[in-house]
Structures are given as structure tokens and as C-alpha cells.
């Protein structure tokens, strides 16, 4: 058994160098598969649960991918209107309940920590999808695998995060990954939507190369990728500051002309308005083979934690 067997996989920070390299080497290995147009059949007469109680288009979708790749059978909780949550379940109870059913769960939930507790309330392996504007760490594995294919090595990179880093849970995820392969970062943001203080100390005490900067474009000169996320309408108590917010970054090919030459374009998508339509046809734009690699990475996550790898 991996050393991923049994284990949730709550947030980024926590795993382990050797954790990580496993999870980017067990989904290399199911890509290559598919690819070569090979059927697995590793989770065979397993269930995953899916319970999502928040929208969700690639990660639920891309998670029943892998386990029907896998194959394994999958139920799900695409509504919580459709769900006991509705009548007032706890999460526990809903939990509890659902283990019964599944080997493996995968929840998004709208409240920070939420995963934690999903976790704490039942034995079979629980995978965090997002919880609130907490992490979502299988995000960020996929987002590194998706750098790795994309620049061919993770040596030496620079990496601009851009737009919403006060709510964004994929950009909380993905800098710890980020740190932790000596990637230089460089934060672009409104002043008012910085990444959480938290993180921030985490990475200093990780000794991570970070910088600062409101110029999307000055960032985009220096980086060899940049990676645009949405400003997140869900997470604001004031619909005026979203709208005064929104549209504050664009990438559109302009900018991509002035940019560093190869720069990669990425984006954990839905995209609203921050990546112009036009930068689709642009062979950097990543945003979508991004997309696609939420299976492999997501088949290694679903294969390690349950041993059937
Ligand atoms: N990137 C991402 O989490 O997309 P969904 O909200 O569609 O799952």
C-alpha cells in the first residue's frame, strides 16, 4: 500500500515532498494509459460519493471521470436542495450516513473547514473539492502536474498569481505546492483582495521567494506563467465592492504581445471576463488542458487513498 493509503486529502501544506511526487507520478502513469488508449479497472467494485454543496462543473465532473476510468461507480449529491442537508442534517450526520454507501468521498462545501470536519466525522478517505475560501488542494496538484507538462520542468520558474487572492482557495492551495519546488512568485491584486496574512507567514517561514505588484502587465514581462483566477462574487457580503472589483484584471492578446515570450496562460476556470476570448487561439493558453488534467491527477488521488493504485 502507498503512503497515501487511508489518508484525506484536506489541504496542501500537509503532504509530504515524497506525498506529492507519488500523486504527479501515479497520474503521469494513468495519462499514459488512457493515452495509449489503455482500460484500467484498479477500483473495481468501489463507490465514490460525490457531495457537492457548491457549484461545481470540472470537479465533480472530472472526479466521476477518474473513478469511471478506474473502474469504479460513483453516486452523487449534485444539489444539496436534493439532499437531507436541505431539512436541516448536520454535516456529520450526512457524513456518517454517506459512509455507509462509499469507500472513498470527495465533498465541496461552502464553509472553511468544513472539510476538516466532513473528515473527522467518518473513516473512508475524504478529498476536499473547496471548502469555502479555505483550499482546494486537488486543484493545485493538478495545476502543478498542468505547469510540469506544460514548461517541462518546474526548475527555475516564475509564476504570477493574479486577481482574487483573498478568496481564491486554488491560489491558497497552489502556492504551498508552488514554495515548496523553489517557484519565485509574484502576487498581483487589488489592495484590497491581497492573499489571506496567514499564508503570507507560511511562506516566509518556508523561505519562499514572493513579491507584491497592482501591474498585471510589469508581472506578466517577468513570469514564465501566469495564472489568472476569478473574482469570487460568492465570497462578497456587498454586491457594489464586487462590482467595483470585477474586471480589475484582463489578459487579453495585447498584453500577451508585451508579455515574456512563451508566457503560459492559466486559469482554474469559470473564467468570467479576466481572460479576453481572442487569448484561446494563443498556443500558450493552457486553461483548458488544465482542465483535462483534473482526471489523471484526480484517478492517482481516488486509486492512492484507497491502495488500489
Ligand atoms: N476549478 C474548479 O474548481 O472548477 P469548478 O468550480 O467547475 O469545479
Redesign the pocket.
Known amino acids: 500500500m502507498s503512503i497515501l493509503y487511508g489518508k484525506d486529502i484536506l489541504r496542501t501544506d500537509t503532504l509530504s515532498d515524497g506525498e506529492i511526487d507519488l500523486i504527479l507520478s501515479t497520474a503521469s502513469r494513468f495519462e499514459s494509459v488512457l493515452k495509449a488508449g489503455g482500460r484500467l479497472g484498479n477500483m473495481a467494485g468501489q463507490v465514490l460519493a460525490t457531495l457537492f454543496f457548491e ?6 465532473l472530472s472526479f466521476e471521470a477518474a473513478m469511471l476510468r478506474l473502474g469504479g461507480q460513483v453516486i452523487t449529491v449534485a444539489d444539496p436542495r436534493t439532499s437531507s442537508a436541505a431539512k436541516g442534517e448536520s454535516l456529520a450526520d450526512s457524513m456518517r450516513t454517506v459512509e455507509g454507501y462509499a469507500d472513498v468521498i470527495v465533498i465541496r462545501h461552502p464553509r472553511k473547514g468544513s472539510a476538516q470536519e466532513a473528515a473527522d466525522a467518518v473513516a473512508v478517505p475524504v478529498i476536499n473539492a ?1 471548502d469555502g475560501a479555505g483550499q ?1 488542494p486537488t ?1 493545485a496538484l493538478l495545476d502543478i502536474y498542468t505547469i510540469q507538462k506544460e514548461k517541462g520542468s518546474l526548475e527555475g520558474l516564475t509564476v504570477a498569481l493574479a486577481g482574487d487572492l483573498k478568496h481564491g482557495r ?1 491560489v491558497h492551495s497552489l502556492v504551498y505546492l508552488l514554495a515548496r519546488f523553489g517557484i519565485q512568485l509574484i502576487f498581483v491584486s487589488p489592495s484590497v483582495l491581497t492573499m489571506p496574512a496567514e499564508i503570507t507567514a507560511d511562506l516566509k517561514k518556508m523561505d519562499a521567494d514572493v513579491s507584491a505588484s497592482s501591474d498585471l502587465a510589469a508581472a506578466m514581462r517577468q513570469s514564465d506563467v501566469v495564472y489568472m483566477t476569478r473574482i469570487q462574487r460568492e465570497r462578497f457580503e456587498d454586491p457594489a465592492e464586487y462590482e467595483r472589483l470585477r474586471g480589475s484584471y484582463v489578459v487579453d492578446v495585447a498584453m500577451i504581445r508585451q508579455a515574456n515570450p512563451g508566457i503560459t496562460i492559466m486559469h ?3 473564467r468570467v471576463d479576466e481572460i479576453a476570448s481572442e487569448v484561446d487561439a494563443y498556443e500558450g493558453a493552457a486553461y483548458f488542458r488544465q482542465a483535462a488534467n483534473g482526471v489523471p491527477v484526480r484517478m492517482a488521488l481516488l486509486a492512492l487513498v484507497t491502495g488500489c493504485e
Request: proline letters at 23%.
Open positions: 457549484p461545481s462543473t470540472r470537479t465533480r473547496g482546494h486543484q486554488t482554474p476556470l469559470p
